[in-house]
């Protein structure tokens, strides 16, 4: 098995650079766009990241690229070009994020860029931070379309090539953060059918007697080969996995997390290849933590680096 679960013949070597497409996956997608014509004008990064989620096999990836069409069809969607990269006006995302409380803002966080030590694509998602009632299927699954196509813009084709990494933190989560409805149970399946995640790695942190009720809900909804990828992690432990720029300040790492600038970055790197977001202008709403949230904040990785101290000291 190779490090990113793809054939030998598509493993980048130093020779490489991050955007290099091996001759084969020209062929296979030439092959793709006979198969599919929906899908001739998408960015080629974008159905590369199809291919890369089945493995190269072009059956399986034409499959799954029409469901993600018709997908995006059903949400009243454009289909994605390389003129209009990201589908999804800016402004209706501003919109929907700014009538989220101030912790569900905070659900995920995520910059462009932001990679673990093996350069696989890397968010956070804080659990105490969800909560189902703040908006409904279409806007969130819109929302994730939105994201995923900023993904595909702003990251390099090699950590696409590498897969993706998720922490999950249980701190102070409670069931009302939890959806039972048949609507957030379809929710999360649809995230993982209609995007190519390709999880390579589910980091548990803080985790609880909640985390068990969550581990037997995924066994319902999720594969059995994703279910094997979990890993009950510490949050001390996180340093030896990501970069410490990578790594939010309360676990340890440099990163002051701001989720009202990732739209502003991705949009500034749009800029730089001569691209724009769709429609009009868009406003983000503000951030600010409160005393309380800062000291919460600050006991944790108080909490996590004397942990890390002693852990460091045991392996001397």
């Known amino acids: 098995d190779t490090p990113n679960g793809l054939a030998p013949e598509f493993q980048l070597t130093p020779e490489h650079d991050a955007e290099y497409v091996f001759p084969k996956e020209l062929e296979l997608l030439k092959e793709l766009k006979e198969k599919l014509p929906a899908v001739k004008d998408f960015p080629q990064k974008v159905l590369l990241s199809f291919l890369f989620a089945r493995k190269h096999d072009i059956e399986r990836t ?8 018709e997908a995006l069809v059903k ?17 209706f995302v501003a919109d929907v ?10 659900e995920i966080l995520f910059k462009p860029r932001l990679v673990d030590s093996q350069n696989r694509m890397l968010c956070y998602q804080v659990f105490r931070n969800v909560y189902p009632s703040e908006s409904e299927y279409d806007s969130k699954i819109t929302l994730m379309t939105f994201w995923w196509y900023c993904n595909f813009y702003a990251y390099p084709l090699s950590s696409l090539r590498a897969g993706m990494v998720y922490v999950m933190d249980f701190k102070g989560a409670s069931t009302k953060n939890m959806d039972y409805s ?46 094997d990828r979990i890993v009950m ?20 790492g440099n990163w002051h997390v701001d989720m009202t600038s990732w739209i502003v970055d991705v949009e500034e790197i749009l800029k730089k290849n001569g691209k724009k977001f769709l429609g009009e202008a868009y406003t983000l709403e503000e951030i600010h933590d409160t005393p309380e949230e800062i000291a919460a904040d600050e006991k944790m990785r108080g909490r996590v680096m004397r942990k890390r101290a002693k852990m460091l000291e045991k392996r001397k």
């Open 62 to 69: 034409a499959e799954f690229l029409k469901i993600h069409v």
């Open 75 to 91: 949400l009243g969607i454009q289909m994605p070009t390389d003129e209009e990269p990201i589908p999804v006006p800016a402004k």
């Open 97 to 106: 994020y700014n009538k989220k409380s101030n912790a569900g803002k905070k």
């Open 182 to 227: 048949s609507e957030g149970m379809k929710l999360q399946r649809d995230m993982l059918s209609l995007f190519p995640g390709r999880v390579r790695a589910l980091y548990l942190i803080n985790t609880g007697w909640i985390v068990n009720v969550l581990i037997k809900m995924g066994r319902l909804i999720y594969k059995k080969k994703l279910m």
């Open 233 to 252: 992690s510490d949050a001390s432990e996180l340093l030896d996995k990501m970069d410490i720029d990578s790594l939010p300040y309360e676990y340890g």
